[in-house]
Every structure is written in structure tokens, then in C-alpha cells.
């Protein structure tokens, strides 16, 4: 029995480890159940909200249709659920930082809580981004190439992916400086190799721009133009969070 002791020592951790992971998912369910249930009574104001960008640029007598039977219930409470998802990502990250915080040494947990909170509000700044700014110019522009003849109406499932994955694409788009900073920050690379490779950087997000958005260039450029302004600013601050050695040779290169 002595002999495999050892081994119920290894095992005893994981399945902690796993007890603890569980406990924190259900956690984070429970919170996005509630914030849905919630938000759910305002299902159709809350997708009003959402087409607002569309609806506001629409002709004159036209509005948007629900095609399949059940897309006038379902689309309504789709966007709600996600919506309840976004509005309980500080919990979730939250449920998630207590789960690997532990096993961070103190260094890592000093500049990873920051880069932690900063990838929050850049995400939620994509978000507000593309429905403020880029929304209404896509849709501006659409409206105005429609073909003479054409009534445009548009499906508010059709429309409800196609926000969902601009929302995704600019909210992921945005946290290029936390990849940056991280990447300098694990010795991965040094801050002076990826300005070297900056002219591919900016063809990669123009890249970026034409693979996420629709096939129009003002939602291209949208996309790869911030991502390649927030490039920068990532490659700016991955200063003060590159390794000692890279430091000290910023400031004699600054000297």
C-alpha cells in the first residue's frame, strides 16, 4: 500500500484542482442564468437597441422581416443571452484569474491582473467601436450601393450574425496590445524584432480587415486600421513590461 501512496498524493491535487474548476464554472453559469433572466422581460427593446444602426438608415418604407416561423421569438432572446454573457465577462474572468492566480509566482501575478483588467475594457471598447462607429457607416454605405429596383429588407436572423460576429471580430481585434505585451513579456520575442516586422503587421491586419468584415472597403479598413494603431500601442507600452535585460537596453538606446 506504501507504494502507491505517492501516486494518491498526485492524484489528490487534480482532482481538487478539478473539484475547484467545476465550482467556478457552475459559479459563472449561475451569474449569466440570472443577468439572462434578468434582461430577458426587455428581449425585444434589447434588439431594437441592436438594429438601431440599420433601421436608422433604412428608405422610406422599408423595415426589417423575419423569414423562418420562430425567428421573431428566438432572434430577440438570442441577442439577450449573448448580451448576458458580455455584461457577466468581468465575473467569468474574474472565476477564472481565482482558478490559475495560485499556481502564478508573484512577478506574474503583479503584471498579469493589469493586462488581466486592461483585455476587459478593450474588448468592450471593440465592442463600442463597432456599433457606434463602424455600424452606421457600413450600413450607410450599403443602403446607398442597393440597386434601383431593390427593396432592402433584411432578415433579423441573418442580421443578428452578422452583428454578432463584427462584435466578435472588433472586440478580439482590440486586444492586439495585450498580445503584444505578453509576447514581450514571456521572452517570447523582444520588442525589437516585432518593429522590425512592422511592415507585415500592417498587411496582416489589412489581411485581418478583409477575412472578419464584409466584402466592402470601408468595413475592411475599420478593422485594419485600428488593429494596426493598436499594434502600436502595444508595441509602446511592452516596455515597461519586457524582461530586465530588454530594459536596460531601452534606456541606453533612449540615452
Not at 455584461?87 to 495560485?102: D, E, G, T
Not at 442580421?159 to 505578453?182: K, M, N, Q, R
Request: charged fraction near 15%.
Amino acid at each position: 500500500m506504501s507504494e502507491l501512496d505517492p501516486l494518491d498524493d498526485k492524484e489528490q491535487p487534480f482532482i481538487s484542482h478539478l473539484v475547484e474548476l467545476r465550482s467556478r464554472l457552475i459559479r459563472s453559469m449561475v451569474v449569466v442564468l440570472l443577468v439572462f433572466l434578468g434582461m430577458s422581460f426587455r428581449a425585444n427593446e434589447i434588439y431594437a437597441y441592436l438594429a438601431g444602426p440599420l433601421t436608422q438608415h433604412l428608405p422610406a418604407g422599408s423595415q426589417m422581416i423575419a423569414i423562418g416561423v420562430a425567428s421573431p421569438f428566438m432572434a430577440p432572446f438570442k441577442i439577450t443571452l449573448v448580451a448576458a454573457v458580455f455584461v457577466s465577462m468581468p465575473y467569468i474572468l474574474y472565476q477564472a484569474w481565482a482558478f490559475v492566480a495560485p499556481g502564478l509566482y508573484q512577478h506574474e501575478r503583479r503584471f498579469a491582473l493589469p493586462l488581466l483588467v486592461a483585455s476587459i475594457v478593450l474588448f468592450y471598447a471593440g465592442m463600442a467601436f463597432a456599433y457606434f462607429v463602424v455600424f452606421p457607416l457600413i450600413f450607410q454605405f450599403m443602403v446607398l450601393t442597393t440597386p434601383p429596383g431593390v427593396a432592402m429588407m433584411t432578415d433579423i436572423s441573418q442580421y443578428l450574425d452578422f452583428v454578432l460576429t463584427l462584435f466578435f471580430a472588433f472586440g478580439l481585434s482590440f486586444e492586439v496590445p495585450i498580445a503584444t505585451i505578453l509576447l514581450v513579456a514571456m521572452g517570447i520575442v523582444s520588442r525589437e524584432s516585432i518593429a522590425d516586422k512592422r511592415p507585415y503587421a500592417i498587411v496582416l491586419a489589412f489581411v485581418v480587415g478583409m477575412v472578419l468584415t464584409p466584402p466592402d472597403v470601408v468595413s475592411q479598413t475599420l478593422l485594419a486600421v485600428p488593429i494596426w494603431l493598436l499594434f502600436e500601442l502595444g508595441l509602446l507600452f511592452s516596455r515597461f513590461f519586457a524582461p530586465r535585460a530588454g530594459r536596460e537596453m531601452d534606456r541606453v538606446a533612449d540615452v
